[in-house]
């Protein structure tokens, strides 16, 4: 039996079992109380087992990961009191990613791959003009447009408000209004730098999944310190585009010795903030069913309540660092987490959340029959990585050495609805300057050229462009895949 050792005290180790590692867990507590070493250890204990994993840099503090720590005396005195035998100063295989390609290779994905729902969540848009983006991803469907970037979706929603005349018989009304604002929202996305997320060579899911020649699992880090600063809906977005696209793609898989892939979000409660309940509910679902992939999520944030109840009740492993009562609201909250956990009878939870130490935490596993474990009293053991970050000179050495290095580096910009309706547009004004009159009386019609056109377009979105109306959640919402 595969087991990752969390902590303990001079009495006892606290161990988690690998087998349930794919049953979620949560990792929460006050600033600076430990979150980060927390999540530090279980991604080098996953790693050590073979296990790859991905996680969300939020503070930059995490490629420390990579490197051997150093020793201090307050490692060893940490090292003897939890009794580890087998410490040793030792790195990680990983792999560094940025969605702006500054400190990683490139993160992309397409507009179709992300899809109408979470697109206008990230827009943050009204019901109507989220319809309004839902009939753009059928009509381009339709069209066979393919939607891959920022410029294509603009054009689309241009084509479509000098077209909402023709399109509302079929599609419903598209108003200028509702066209208008979208347009003014991907300004303000763009402005955030988000025009370098949505496009092409989109980061591939097996790229997620290495182990190094000694069968370690590599680590993925996401460095997500400016964009949860200046985008944090993007960051969301492109965490809950990954977890339903791994749910989308991943097979079932029996009962395992370990996870196929674990997955560690930061700042959790981006994911769910002003989220729509139709948005939470498959989320919820995406959660519940992904165990069954081999594929195991850990949410950090300040406190358990930042993720909905129905998540949390999915979520095996526990870590809850401190947490201060200065109000009577705090007091509330510190309640209601200590219900969370199964009841130690030698424990008061509710006081000792309050009184634990930097680097201490309460720990609930669960059983190998899944049942949690009574919560317990733990010293969280100290990583065999550096804790802090490494230079950016060591950074770049490890990009250079990345097996990945030079796939994603250059953006490919292929033909799709922009180059598309651009040639629509070009032909349409040279049949109009040619035949005015002809042009004239043949108005709302279209041309044999158009006719052609559209013809060609659908040869070529006739496989891609089905795609499009799937989504990120697509399998859930009855799209096609």
């Known amino acids: 039996m595969k087991e990752i050792l969390i902590g303990g005290s001079d009495t006892h180790q606290v161990m988690m079992n690998a087998a349930m590692g794919n049953r979620h867990g949560m ?166 730098g988000a025009e370098q997320f949505f496009g092409e060579p989109a980061i591939l899911l097996d790229d997620l999944c290495k182990t190094d020649f000694s069968g370690n699992g590599v680590i993925s880090i996401l460095d997500a310190t400016e964009l949860s600063n200046n985008s944090p809906k993007l960051y969301a977005t492109f965490l809950l585009w990954l977890l339903s696209e791994i749910f989308e793609t991943f097979p079932e898989v029996g009962d395992a010795e370990a996870p196929k892939l674990v997955l560690f979000f930061d700042e959790a409660h981006l994911l769910f903030d002003n989220a729509p309940r139709v948005l939470i509910e498959k989320i ?108 950016d000179v060591q950074r770049k050495e490890f990009i250079s050495r990345s097996p990945l290095h030079g796939k994603y580096e250059q953006e490919i910009d292929r033909e799709s609805a922009y180059e598309l309706l651009k040639q629509r547009a070009e032909q349409q004004a040279e049949e109009q300057q040619d035949e005015p009159k002809k042009s004239k009386r043949s108005r709302g019609r279209q041309s044999v050229g158009e006719a052609m056109l559209k013809s060609a377009a659908r040869s070529i979105g006739s496989q891609l462009g089905r795609q499009i109306i799937r989504g990120i959640l697509g399998s859930l919402l009855g799209g096609r895949r």
């Open 284 to 391: 919820e679902q995406i959660v519940r069913l992904i165990r069954s992939k081999g594929v195991g999520v850990y949410f950090i944030s300040q406190s358990p309540l930042d993720v909905p109840e129905d998540i949390l009740g999915q979520l095996g492993l526990k870590i809850q660092h401190a947490l201060r009562a200065y109000t009577p609201k705090d007091k509330k909250v510190i309640k209601a987490v200590a219900e969370t956990f199964r009841a130690n009878p030698k424990l008061d939870t509710e006081s000792v959340i309050t009184e634990l130490k930097t680097g201490e935490a309460l720990v609930s596993t669960l059983n190998p029959d899944g049942s949690p474990t009574p919560v317990e009293r733990v010293l969280v053991r100290p990583p065999e990585s550096q804790i802090g970050p490494i230079s």
């Open 27 to 192: 990792i929460s507590g006050a600033t600076g109380s430990g979150k980060t070493v927390s999540l530090q250890i279980l991604a080098e204990g996953f790693s050590r087992i073979g296990v790859p994993v991905f996680l969300a840099d939020i503070k930059g503090d995490l490629s420390g990961i990579t490197t051997p720590g150093k020793p201090h005396d307050k490692i060893t005195d940490r090292i003897n009191k939890i009794g580890i035998k087998d410490f040793n100063f030792r790195g990680n295989p990983a792999i560094f990613w940025d969605v702006f390609g500054k400190t990683g290779h490139p993160v992309r994905s397409t507009i179709s791959d992300i899809g109408p729902l979470l697109l206008s969540n990230l827009l943050e848009l009204n019901d109507t003009q989220s319809g309004v983006i839902y009939s753009c991803f059928k009509i381009a469907d339709d069209e066979g447009l393919l939607l891959l970037d920022l410029k294509d979706l603009r054009s689309m929603l241009s084509w479509m408000g000098d077209n909402a005349k023709e399109l509302r018989s079929e599609y419903g009304n598209i108003s200028s209004a509702s066209i208008g604002a979208i347009q003014r929202r991907l300004l303000v996305l763009e402005e955030q």
